[in-house]
């Protein structure tokens, strides 16, 4: 079975950078999908960000777009996420999940928004201060 384990999250200026993990324990990188979510207490869930084994391609979501960038290793089963230029109002919770078989990123996140994701990680914390 598939575990996830996020970390990476913590306290920054606005314009400043962090850099999250999500070590996919028990992923083949041959047949997955990963995506990357963000959620404030009283709102909805927001994808962030996803990279699939379906075409490789990393995909944008919201306000993610210009700023932030996924990329995965496979050689340490683990999908990266960059975040830069940060301002105050990405401050949230960040989730990564995985969906086995793979299943296309738009579907994923922009169609389903999460709801068929087979395995969560941890939350790790965001917070941007002005």
């Known amino acids: 079975d598939v575990q996830l384990q996020a970390s990476g999250g913590g306290l920054v200026q606005a314009g400043g950078s962090l850099r999250l993990s999500c070590a996919a324990s028990g992923l083949s990188f041959d047949d997955y999908t990963i995506g990357w979510f963000r959620q404030v207490p009283g709102k909805a869930r927001e994808g962030v960000a996803c990279i699939s084994s379906i075409d490789n391609w990393a995909y944008y979501f919201g306000s993610a777009m210009g700023r932030f960038n996924v990329s995965s290793d496979n050689t340490k089963n683990t999908v990266y996420l960059q975040m830069n230029s940060l301002k105050p109002e990405d401050t949230a919770v960040y989730y990564c999940?995985?969906?086995?078989?793979?299943?296309?990123?738009?579907?994923?996140?922009?169609?389903?928004?999460?709801?068929?994701?087979?395995?969560w990680g941890e939350g790790t914390q965001v917070t941007v201060s002005s």
């Open positions: 999940a995985a969906d086995v078989p793979a299943i296309d990123c738009p579907q994923a996140v922009e169609v389903l928004d999460g709801r068929g994701m087979d395995f």
